[in-house]
């Protein structure tokens, strides 16, 4: 009989998930993951790129008493990045907070290229932030922005303020003010506590969304970044359910006999894809969530599994062992045509597409275990960019510039990203236990 322990432990264990279906066990198609609840991740940058472009952030002038340190919070996402490698703040030894008072020559000498300097001013109930971005070499002005917040979401406004400036310097948007989601569980055995979070792309001002005593798996965001999709064991077998983030209301999607699992979003919100075995082995189908019809898109004797859709909405990735190992394929919509994409090694899973649609990111077994890949569509060369060796479940920032995923650290889960270059990555341990799973949520607005 397999228990919640054995669930646990078989994420890990027997990565093509789908070898867990039998009669007496179901085949779970996402890894479980989990972590100590309540608790905000801390940030570990592992490897730094040395392309990174040097940069200052100038602690702030501040009137009155902030809850957060705003210049701080703007040079960890910065370097969390991989684009920036921020001057150590000892190395500081001059502290402008407005443009006119910037002196380009001491910026120059400490061969910084970027700068930014700001002043953080408290209003009735809130807080006021004004900063300036400098370029450097160019001596000149790049942005002058002011941003209001409420007294409890200055790290919101800072996470806004890096959006603006990545931006402004690499003209790509920033995704700084994402957010991620996540399941953790604790205890032991039978005695485990599961929940679902969704914290800020940083893992701080983490909120619980759900707890159960049984397995929660998959969450998935909807394109609007208002509601998950995950797998639940509540009733004792996988049921899909859409819940809404902030009010909590949800519904129960799917409760078919045998495999509900691995729901994915259609680009449009309308659709939702995943792997049922309601008929048979598992399969790809489609619900629309409106009227709840299904269709059915890939018919074979092997276990699919694992979709993502393809940010046109034409076609979609999935995971099959029909060649005889899990490889990855693509489903074409209207003409049905199924082609397989990965033919490096023996094992390529959890396909997912960068939001260019050019690129996919996946797991992908090699000498050194399981680790996260790309593979470019065009030419098929797949390369390995994660240096971990028990990686599971990549996710791709909506900016495509970071993959977060699951690995294992100490004998614990834990979650890292790298960049989609590989040239950087850092790592979100939990204070204690295991996380795993992680979703990163599309832009928010």
Known sequence: MLTKAGLWKGAWSGRWLASLLSKSTILISALLMSAMAHANLTIEITRGSDQALPIAVVPFATEGAP???????????????????????????????????????????????????????????????????????????MLGETITAESGNLRGAAHLASDQIFEAITDIRGAFSTRIAYVTAEGVGNTMQFGLYVADADGRN???????????????????????????????????????????????????????????????????????????????????????????????????????????????????????????????????ETQRLTFTGDYNARGRFSPDGEELFLIHRSNQGFQVARQNLESGRLVVISETQRDESPSVAPNGTMVIFATQQGGNGVLSAVSADGRSSFRLPSPQGDIREPAWSPFLN
């Not at 907070?97 to 002196?103: F, K, R, S, T």
């Open 206 to 336: 983490s909120q619980q969304v759900l707890t159960s005593d049984e397995p929660i798996l998959s969450p998935a965001w909807s394109p609007d970044g208002r509601k998950l999709a995950y797998v639940s064991f509540e009733t004792e077998r996988p049921a899909i359910y859409i819940q809404e983030v902030d009010s909590g209301r949800r519904v129960r999607a799917t409760s078919f006999e045998g495999l509900n699992s691995a729901p994915a979003w259609s680009p449009d919100g309308r659709k939702l894809a995943m792997s049922l075995s309601k008929d048979g082995q598992p399969d790809i189908y489609v619900m629309d969530i409106a009227n709840r019809s299904f269709e059915r898109l890939t018919q074979s004797n092997s276990i699919d599994t694992e979709p993502d859709w393809a940010p046109d909405g034409r076609s979609l990735l999935f995971t099959s062992d029909r060649s005889g190992a899990p490889q990855i394929y693509r489903y074409t919509l209207g003409s049905g």
């Open 67 to 141: 809850s957060e340190d705003v210049a701080q919070i703007i040079q960890d996402n910065l370097e969390r990045s991989g684009f920036f490698s921020p001057l150590e703040r000892n190395a500081i030894f001059e502290s402008p907070n407005q443009a006119e008072d910037v002196q380009f020559g001491t910026w120059r000498s400490l061969d910084v290229r970027y700068l930014v300097v700001g002043r953080v001013t408290e209003t009735g109930g809130g807080y006021r932030i004004e900063y300036d971005l400098m370029d450097v070499s160019g001596q000149r002005q």
